[in-house]
């Protein structure tokens, strides 16, 4: 049975746009406002990429993980996690404490100066956010965001 045909749930293909041209713009948006917290970031004398920025970020939100979670929360590529870690950590803006009773694992946390330089990156995501939407009204930037929610979730 074609669940397309029978599922309300199922779009039908989308006329006259191809999935190429779909995929290609969502990366094209993920890398314009890469590029664009980078500027801001370093206009403001902050030397952080986007995947340092969002270790930062994450950690202050959810607090202490493994590297593996953070990869995970990020959507890190997880052999490239130690190298970010180790340049956080380098600066002084985390550091690993071994996990009790697993003398294999290390939690990463946010050391003092990582949380207060995180707090300062939340006015760089604000304005990263407000520079990327600007062209839509309160309304349809709800609506894109519940849409973009749902598109996440499908994957």
């Not at 309300?8 to 713009?25: K, M, N, R, S, W």
């Not at 130690?82 to 939690?107: I, K, S, Y």
């Amino acid at each position: 049975m074609n669940r397309a045909a029978t599922s309300p749930a199922v779009a039908a293909p989308l006329a006259g746009t191809t999935t190429t041209h779909i995929c290609l713009l969502f990366r094209q948006v993920r890398d314009g406002l890469a590029r664009w917290i980078e500027q801001d970031l370093a206009s403001h004398g902050h030397e952080l990429n986007l995947s340092q920025f969002l270790v930062l970020r994450k950690l202050d939100a959810l607090g202490p993980m493994t590297a593996i979670e953070l990869s995970r929360a990020i959507d890190h590529n997880p052999g490239a996690m130690t190298r970010l870690l180790d340049q956080l950590e380098q600066r002084g803006h985390l550091r690993r404490v071994p996990v009790r009773g697993d003398r294999r694992a290390l939690r990463i946390e946010l050391t003092v100066s990582g949380a207060e330089l995180s707090r300062q990156l939340r006015a760089h995501a604000d304005r990263a956010a407000e520079h990327a939407l600007r062209t839509l009204s309160a309304a349809e930037r709800k609506q894109f965001l519940a849409l973009l929610e749902r598109v996440h979730a499908s994957l």
